[in-house]
């Protein structure tokens, strides 16, 4: 199936977001630019690893020499309405240094009967739809310190377990479900 592929190159904006209430959110990656926005829906967990992978890759560029810049922060809340594009399967990053801009690729969930298997960041035709964006390293800087702050404002861990307390209780596994 071709697939469609929705470049920002660069957004005015990309952002990590949540839609409802702790316990009940649903994440999502959001960017903006020339006048449309596209909207994608992933796990918590998919936020958090792409944060902090993000994060290693600056820490990398900027040992090896490469301008990182200041964070661009952004507090604003996600663009409405928002309408998933798709939900988020495999996701990829690199790093392009000729134009020192931070590349990230989220694709979409393909089903386990899917025929053609593509790889993050290359421009096959066929194959599931994604969201490409290109930003700088002040951006990127930014994206990471949103996302983990999203992140974070969930309901609070149990202090023995980890997991997360519920209004309703929490069954903890360390104290045999006590």
């Not at 316990?23 to 796990?43: C, I, K, M, N």
């Amino acid at each position: 199936m071709p697939r469609q592929v929705f470049v920002f190159d660069p957004p005015e904006r990309f952002v990590a977001g949540t839609v409802g209430l702790p316990g009940e959110r649903t994440f999502f990656l959001q960017a903006s630019g020339g006048g449309r926005t596209v909207s994608v829906a992933l796990e918590k967990v998919q936020v958090r690893v792409l944060a902090e992978r993000l994060e290693a890759l600056l820490d990398t560029v900027q040992r090896a020499g490469a301008a990182t810049g200041d964070p661009v922060e952004d507090y604003e809340p996600l663009d409405t309405p928002v309408e998933e594009e798709f939900r988020v399967g495999n996701m990829g990053l690199a790093w392009d240094g000729d134009a020192e801009l931070c590349v990230i690729e989220a694709m979409a969930q393909v089903g386990e009967d899917a025929e053609t298997e593509v790889e993050p960041l290359t421009d096959a035709d066929e194959g599931p739809d994604a969201l490409r964006v290109r930003i700088t390293a002040g951006m990127a800087r930014g994206f990471v310190q949103r996302a983990l702050r999203v992140v974070a404002a969930g309901r609070p861990p149990c202090p023995l377990c980890g997991l997360p307390l519920d209004t309703e209780g929490h069954v903890c596994p360390r104290q045999n479900g006590h």
